[in-house]
Structure formats: C-alpha cells, structure tokens
C-alpha cells in the first residue's frame, strides 16, 4: 500500500538555524498538508497546498515558515530561524480529494537547542 | 467553529474487555469525522471514518463507532481489547464544509489506551 514518507525521523538543530523537513507524498495525491504535535498537546493543522500554492493557512503558520513542491514528487517544510517553541513532531499528510481520509507520515520530531 | 472533546485523556482496560473511547463533537454541518491511531514512534494510521452514508462504522482491526447526532457524539468501541491496541487514539473532524476550507483536520487532545494483561 503506498505511504507517505518523511525525511528525517528526528531533526536536531540550534536556535536560530533554517531546518527543512521533507515528505514525500503518495504519488497520486493532490492536497497536502502539515500539521505539528507540541509534546503533550494535540495535533494542529498548519498549512494546507493545492495546485502548487498555498490553499490555507493557520495563526502557527507565520512568516517563519514556507511550503514548496519543488518537484513532481517532494513537499518540504521550511523554518527560516528555528525558535525553542518549534520544538514538536511535524506531520506531513495528503489526500486525492478534499474530505477523504488523509494519509500521514510516521513523522519527524524536531528538537531545537 | 468545528471542534471535538475526547471525554478520557487515559482509559485502561484489560485484556479480552470492552474498549469505549468517548468522543464528542461540535459542528454546524454535517461532519465527516475520523477515528487516528498513533503507536509509539509511529504516524497517525486511519481507523475508520463517517462521512454520512451509516450511523454504524466499522473500522480496522474490529474497531468501530457509531455516529449519534441527538447526542453529538462518535464513541469508538472494541468488543475484546487485545495488547496490540495500546495506543493514542484520536478523534478528528473534517474541516470541510467550511467555505474556503480543504479539509483541514481538526484533533481532539487524544486518548491513550492501555491494555493490561
């Protein structure tokens, strides 16, 4: 059964630094979408893309983060200057149609220093 | 606004006894709601969705849930839990109907599950 894949499992990085987390979406796919899990909180959507732009995004989703499709296959996640705060588990998930079940990641946990 | 409140933040049962993990939601449309399970260290794998078609889901693994609008509720059950069910579970609704929306995921704070032998 095709997954979604992300790349790395645990990223660790100084405060400050640009990370940029990687997922590859199920190839037929057509919406895809970051959430985050602060450890000991809940899931929380971060930005929704479709058709090679962001469709939506939430109050986390500040200027510090961007979303690129660079290739036909590769969604990345991108921090510019990492704050302790985004210390969490980044999700990436995708779908073939709004409102069908998205299919998620195992995940990569962030950990800033 | 569509929100959910997972009744349990931690349910514990026993082998081969009944699982109810409560889930309540809130939503001025009709919702698509999801059932997530998250194993350590793992993804969040679909258990089952409702999307208006039966009240009654069945899901993976012998879940299921039933949908009860009087009530505004989506409790997932188990008849028999085995060990392999400890986990988080997760009730979700569909942020779908909102204008605008693509159908971002709305999480409940999770329930974990254990399992004693």
């Known amino acids: 059964e095709p997954e979604v894949t992300q790349t790395p499992s645990h990223q660790v990085t100084q405060m400050g630094q640009e990370v940029i987390l990687r997922c590859v979406p199920i190839?037929?796919?057509?919406?895809f979408y970051w959430y985050r899990q602060i450890l000991g909180q809940k899931v929380e959507f971060l930005v929704s893309f479709y058709n090679n732009e962001i469709s939506e995004k939430s109050e986390i989703f500040d200027d510090q983060f961007s979303v690129e499709r660079p290739d036909g296959s590769n969604f990345t996640l991108k921090i510019r200057s990492t704050k302790l705060e985004d210390s969490a588990m980044y999700f990436c998930a995708s779908t073939g149609r709004r409102g069908q079940p998205q299919h998620f990641g195992d995940g990569t946990r962030l950990s800033i220093l | 606004a569509q929100s959910v409140t997972q009744l349990d933040s931690h349910v514990s049962v026993s082998e081969g006894t009944p699982v109810l993990l409560r889930c309540n939601y809130s939503?001025?449309?009709?919702?698509?709601l999801f059932w997530y399970v998250q194993h350590p260290n793992k993804g969040l794998q679909l258990l089952l969705k409702?999307?208006?078609?039966?009240?009654l889901v069945k899901g993976i693994n012998g879940f299921e849930a039933e949908f009860k609008k009087s009530e505004t509720s989506f409790h997932l059950t188990k008849p028999s839990a085995h060990m392999s069910d400890a986990a988080e579970y997760f009730c979700?609704?569909?942020?779908?109907?909102?204008?605008?929306?693509?159908?971002?995921?709305?999480f409940g704070k999770g329930t974990k599950l254990s399992v004693k032998p």
């Open positions: 979700v609704v569909s942020d779908l109907l909102r204008g605008g929306s693509q159908g971002n995921l709305i």
């Open positions: 939503s001025s449309y009709s919702p698509s």
């Open positions: 190839s037929n796919h057509l919406y």
């Open positions: 409702y999307t208006s078609a039966a009240t």
